[in-house]
Every structure is written in C-alpha cells, then in structure tokens.
C-alpha cells in the first residue's frame, strides 16, 4: 500500500502554522524545560503542542501565545505524573539536563530548577507562568484548571519553598567563569590547596550518573568529604586525562564541559556564593548530554 501524497491544501495549511508557530517555539520550548528539566521530553512537548495547532481552527484562536503556552503546560502536567513515578527508581542523584552557554533571561539556576522537582506539578506550573514568564493569574488559573484565589495560593506557597534557591545576588560573569576555570585547573592537577581555597564550608556536590557511569549515590556534604573525593578524583585524572572543552554557563551558572578518558561528555556547574563554591553539580548521565554531540 502506498502513503497518499499530501495535497496542495494540506501543504499549505501546514505551512501557515508552522509560519505562526516558530516564531514562538523558543519559548514554548524554555517553558516545557523548565517545567521538566529535559531537552528530550521538552522538544516531544512542544512538537505535539505543534501537531494540535495544525489540527485547530486557527482563525479562532485571538491569542496565539497565550493558546499554546497553556496548551504546552498542560501537556507538561500529564509528563510529570509519569516523570515522578521514573524520578522514584532513578538510580542515584537526579539533576536537569545541562543547557550549555545559553544566558538565562530569568534567575531561574540549577538551584532553583532543583527546588522547583520539590513542588507539586500545580505549584510549579503557578509559580514558572507567573513569577517567571509573568503570565497573569487569570490566565495561569485557566491554563492549570483552578480558579484564581487558588492559583495565588499555589504560586504563594511555591515562592515559600523555593526563595532560598534563587540567588540572593548576580555574580559577575567574568568573575563566575575565572572561578570556574580556577576550579577545573585546580581538581585535575591535584592542586588541593588551590582547590581547597575556592570551597566554602559547607559545601556540597551531586552527581548524576544515572547508572549509567560511574557517580557518587548519595549527595557528598561538607568541605571534608568533598576534599576527599577529589583527592581520589585526581589521582584517577593523572591516570585517564580529561579534557577541556569549553568553560562557559550552565544553567545558569559558571562551569566547565570536559570530555572524560572514556571519551563521553561531563558537565560541571558551580554554585558561587560571597565568591566561594558552595554547590558542585556534575553531570555524567550520556544520555542527559546527547543533545550536546
């Protein structure tokens, strides 16, 4: 049997949504990231938010940036039922896919996005439309299926438990990335000193391996046990080299992408307070960093 060429008409009418939606792609898409914390499941969103607004009538639609936010999101609350259920077995610290070099347009950092996979799906998506795209709260309310006394107390609640995550200040980039580069000079060298030096006391690093590589199970806390694993990290880093690739920002935040001796990507981003690391974040899941090749 074969496939019936699409007609003129069908072409056409394709066309004319594609023409009405790209333009607003790049935002649809950082709204499903942010939502999700994965490039992969953010691009399949926002691709079937596309395929509705092909088959909708078009004409009717005053808005379109308001419909297919709202239509992004609700696709994005379905994801999440099924993403808490697989962030429940993931082997290991979970972090977000690193997104390399793009300069966030809001605060929302690594830190942030981590506190937001605290918050129900609700309070996420009330706190991200209003507080971060600045959408108002009739629409939020519309677009999450509350009303608006509601969608106020969801965002109200999610400001509570995030406002310790979202900077208290913004670091000078150049400043960000020196410490960064400092950072990656220092832990590959075995330079411990040096590395001790940037550390703050109460430091802590995550890595996501996500079984896949080899990466610490559990959080390491305080400046000790963080001192120690890098001491044994660079006595592997003299053996297997590791390779810089580039320093810039990840998440929003100063860090450096290396290509390890097993020949796969790795992220670093460092959370930087009153000018020392208080956060390392690290990721080594392949499969978070595919979208990097």
Known sequence: MTATAP??????DAADAAASFDPLRPLLTRVAYRMLGSVADAEDVVQDAFIRWLGADRAAVHEPAAFLRRTVTRLCLDQLKSARVRRETYVGPWLPDPIVGEEPDDDVTLPLMLALERLSPLERAAFLLHDVFGVGFDEVAATIGRDAVATRQLATRARAHVRDARPRYRLERERGLEIASAFF???RSGDMSALGNLLAADVGMWSDGGGKRPAAMQPVLGFNLVMRVHRSLA????????????VGTINGLPGFVTREADGEYQTT????????????????????LRHMH
Do not use: Q
């Open 235 to 246: 006595v592997l880093f003299g053996k297997y080299a590791s390779t810089l690739v580039e």
């Open 269 to 288: 981003a460092l959370e930087i307070e009153d000018g020392l690391v208080v956060g390392i974040y690290v990721v080594r899941n392949p499969d978070k």
């Open 185 to 187: 000079a220092a832990s």
């Open 7 to 12: 007609s003129r008409a069908d072409a056409a």
